[in-house]
């Protein structure tokens, strides 16, 4: 069984770009989170996806967004860019409902330049 | 807003020693789970705790769930070097919101880098 995959590895971008990353979810999960690491925060939560709506969202501007499509694939975009946004983003795949159980991908490794 | 303290943040032993880490909140947390990642990589989940009280026993890692669902340990006999990384606590909680209740979010624990050394 494939586990979480996410696209692309690594990723450098010019400070007030945009960027998009993907996240295809272990095959019959249906909710996806994101998750924003770093050497000072830790792992924070930015939001979750089921069936292709937002369920809960963290504490991030409104320069981060995503979305989910029908197959339960992810996106999840960051504009204007900042030197801070620097980060391992992680995406995690959930079952469904109340299942907490939570399986990550290897994460996308940003840096902002 | 829901945090966990997990401590120690450091830790550097010596091959076969034992270790105990521990993640403390003043929430309640419906399931709470327990990772170890190494740099560059996702965390990978060890197990989840879900009941008030439980003990889970992985080889020679002991997790406990404490009698509130506030606090968890994990407890590593006879380390080995192939035991070091970065372990990482987090709490489930369901959030209730305008699309329903949410299970997705996980509030993690700023995570104990440990170190076994041959």
């Known amino acids: 069984k494939a586990g979480v995959t996410q696209t692309p590895r690594y990723l450098i971008k010019t400070r007030g770009q945009q960027v998009t990353l993907s996240c295809s979810p272990i095959?019959?999960?249906?909710?996806v989170s994101w998750y924003q690491q770093t050497p000072g925060q830790g792992l924070q939560f930015l939001f979750e996806?089921?069936?292709?709506?937002?369920?809960n969202k963290g504490n991030f501007p409104g320069r981060f967004s995503g979305r989910q499509f029908s197959n339960s694939r992810s996106e999840m975009n960051v504009s204007t860019l900042e030197l801070g946004d620097s980060a391992l983003y992680l995406c995690?795949?959930?079952?469904?409902?109340?299942?907490?159980?939570?399986?990550f991908g290897q994460g996308t490794r940003l840096t902002v330049v | 807003t829901q945090l966990l303290e997990q401590s120690p943040q450091f830790l550097s032993i010596q091959e076969g020693e034992n270790l105990t880490v521990y993640c403390n909140s003043s929430?309640?947390?419906?399931?709470l789970q327990w990772y170890r990642q190494e740099p560059g990589e996702g965390p990978v989940l060890l197990v989840t705790?879900?009941?008030?009280?439980e003990v889970k026993k992985l080889k020679r890692l002991t997790f406990q769930f404490g009698d509130a669902r506030k606090d968890s340990s994990l407890h590593i006999t006879a380390a080995q070097p192939g035991d070091t990384g970065l372990y990482l606590c987090?709490?489930?909680?369901?959030?209730?919101?305008?699309?329903?209740?949410?299970?997705?979010?996980?509030?993690f624990g700023q995570g104990t880098i440990l170190t076994v050394h041959p």
């Open positions: 929430s309640v947390f419906s399931s």
């Open positions: 705790v879900v009941t008030g009280g």
């Open positions: 995690a795949s959930r079952l469904q409902g109340s299942n907490t159980e939570a399986f």
């Open positions: 095959s019959g999960h249906r909710s």
């Open positions: 996806y089921f069936s292709e709506t937002q369920r």
């Open positions: 987090a709490g489930a909680g369901g959030t209730a919101n305008a699309g329903g209740t949410s299970y997705g979010k996980l509030t």
